[in-house]
């Protein structure tokens, strides 16, 4: 956790093989429930076909998140993670 007890947030721009994306979408849609889960997902136009928001207790367990979930998944060919930060 965060130190103000917060998980870690992140944004995950997600690309998908011709053909994959409602199977990816299904997926996606199973990753939920674990110390770090995919907490929202929107199917969008433009170079990614979906965002992911995501949360983990740490950095490195959203990094496992990503690469060992959402980058295993058949159809994913991209995955670019983006981190939540606080700006005071």
């Given at each position: 956790?965060?130190?103000?007890?917060?998980?870690?947030?992140?944004y995950?721009?997600?690309?998908?093989?011709?053909g994959?994306?409602?199977?990816?979408?299904?997926?996606?849609?199973?990753?939920?429930?674990?110390?770090?889960?995919?907490?929202?997902?929107?199917?969008?136009?433009?170079p990614?076909?979906?965002?992911?928001?995501?949360?983990?207790?740490?950095?490195?367990?959203?990094?496992?998140?990503?690469?060992?979930?959402?980058?295993?998944?058949?159809?994913?060919?991209?995955?670019?993670?983006?981190?939540?930060?606080?700006?005071?």
């Amino acid at each position: 956790m965060t130190k103000a007890g917060k998980p870690m947030k992140a944004y995950v721009l997600i690309e998908t093989a011709a053909g994959k994306t409602k199977t990816v979408k299904k997926e996606l849609g199973g990753i939920k429930g674990g110390a770090s889960t995919v907490v929202h997902l929107d199917a969008v136009t433009g170079p990614f076909d979906f965002i992911a928001v995501v949360e983990g207790p740490t950095l490195d367990a959203v990094g496992r998140l990503v690469t060992e979930e959402i980058g295993a998944i058949d159809g994913v060919t991209r995955t670019t993670t983006c981190l939540a930060i606080a700006i005071a």
